[in-house]
């Protein structure tokens, strides 16, 4: 199953191999995905909090680039995915 990822908050194209986040709804198994960089992340932050106003249960996915050399890849990695570390306050 291949399916093409569009970022939710700049509409641009994600490529599976690049870092990215994924917010999954575990209501309805639907996954919105946004880009690593600073200003997708910011939208995704602002954004799912919404939707947590709303009632909704989210679950956060930290897709790392395919090259990340980091065997237990987050914040900080090696491979430098998610350079500007998001502020969740949960
Ligand atoms: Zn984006
Ligand atoms: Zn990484």
Redesign the pocket.
Known sequence: MSRVLR??????R?KPHHPHIGVEDLETGVEFS??A?P??QK?CVEETATRLEAGKVYAMHHYHSSRCPDEAPGFGCAGGCFDTPMAMAN
């Open positions: 970022c939710a908050a700049c509409a641009g994600i946004y880009h960089r200003d997708c939208r």
